[in-house]
């Protein structure tokens, strides 16, 4: 899936993708639905995900699936979506996957303490083409007055335009985009203060630098994730704030499926005897550090984005699986934990 994150810079831009292309708002709704999610007809807006492959449903409440629920959830013009769960259990690839099946625009922001409200809804900031506006300024009441330059340029004097520059946020009330606050939890107040009012029901964006309060495009929609509070850096959210969300809480994928994924995003072939052999075991192991993490034994999750870099070393590297469980698995872990990881994986069965 193609990393949907905040606007990227011009030069950054490839292909025919131009400013104009990038700013436009989304689409309006085509009719049809997915999971009561109008689908909207702009398919080729190119903020709108590409995901690498097959989504994975898992059920989360009686036979509901994850995106059944998430995708009702974000029909839900009244509340916001919160998703919570491990980090690299998914959450990010379900609303990738909600967004590409009904053509919606996606941006996201990582929250943190550095998260700051100029970033998020705008500032006022000096304006790049002051200078050259003021030399076109000099130049034409030069003509028009018959003055010499330096006569015209003190006539003009030395002002500084300003203009105000959207953030993030600002375009996606404004243009109708889906906009994801990831690690909602980790942000600080000065993050979360322009939130209060858009979650509300009806809600607006209250815009202090230029005095205006905007009503979201209807196919706007916030979304926000976050860790569960043992994380570091995080602290639990207000709540009221957390009133104005639906909530749907993500575990990660049982074995069976997270052995599909593992066929989905690495070279392992299912039907294979060896490659799938090499699966289990390594949704085994996930599935023992995972149940030390959750008893307290250590402290670094392991996501499913770990057991598919073992699997690539595997496939794509030709790494023994032992080995290649270590390199990921030890680079990541913390100081404390790299011994019980490191005898977690040797007492795997890899034959």
């Known amino acids: 899936m193609a990393d949907s994150g905040a606007i990227p810079p011009e030069d950054e831009w490839t292909g025919d993708t131009s400013i104009t292309d990038l700013m436009r708002s989304a689409g309006g709704h085509t009719g049809k639905k997915f999971h009561e999610l109008p689908v909207l007809n702009d398919a080729k807006h190119p903020l709108i995900p590409t995901p690498d492959h097959e989504y994975i449903n898992r059920k989360v409440r009686d036979d509901w699936t994850d995106v059944e629920l998430a995708a009702r959830f974000l029909a839900d013009e009244d509340y916001a979506l919160l998703l919570s769960g491990e980090t690299g259990v998914g959450k990010d690839r379900l609303l990738a996957h909600l967004c590409a099946q009904t053509n919606r625009p996606l941006v996201r922001v990582n929250f943190g303490s550095g998260t700051t409200y100029a970033d998020l809804v705008g500032e006022y900031a000096p304006n790049e083409n002051a200078a050259t506006d003021r030399i076109d300024r000099i130049v034409q009441l030069a003509d028009r007055e018959e003055l010499d ?57 209250a815009v202090k630098p230029t005095g205006e309060v905007l009503d979201p495009h209807p196919a706007f929609r916030f979304v926000a994730t976050m860790n ?124």
């Open 149 to 205: 330059l330096g006569e015209a340029a003190n006539l003009v004097g030395a002002e500084h335009a300003f203009e105000f520059t959207p953030g993030i946020l600002y375009r996606a009330v404004e243009q109708g985009w889906t906009f994801v606050a990831d690690e909602l939890n980790a942000a600080g107040p000065a993050a979360t203060m322009p939130l209060h009012g858009l979650t509300e029901r009806n809600g607006q964006l």
């Open 228 to 351: 569960p509070p043992q994380y570091a850096g995080t602290s639990p959210l207000n709540d009221a704030f957390r009133s104005r969300f639906w909530e749907l809480e993500l575990e990660y994928l049982p074995p069976v499926a997270e052995r599909r994924l593992l066929y989905e995003t690495t070279a392992l072939c299912r039907g294979v005897d060896r490659d799938e052999r090499i699966a289990k075991r390594l949704t085994e192991l996930a599935a023992n550090l995972r149940a030390s993490y959750r008893d307290r034994d250590l402290a670094t999750p392991t996501s499913h984005r770990t057991i598919i870099k073992i699997g690539r070393l595997v496939s794509e590297f030709d790494m023994s699986p032992q080995t290649a469980a270590k390199q990921v698995c030890e680079a990541r872990a913390t100081a404390e934990d790299r011994n019980a990881i490191s005898k977690i994986i040797e007492s795997t069965r890899w034959d």
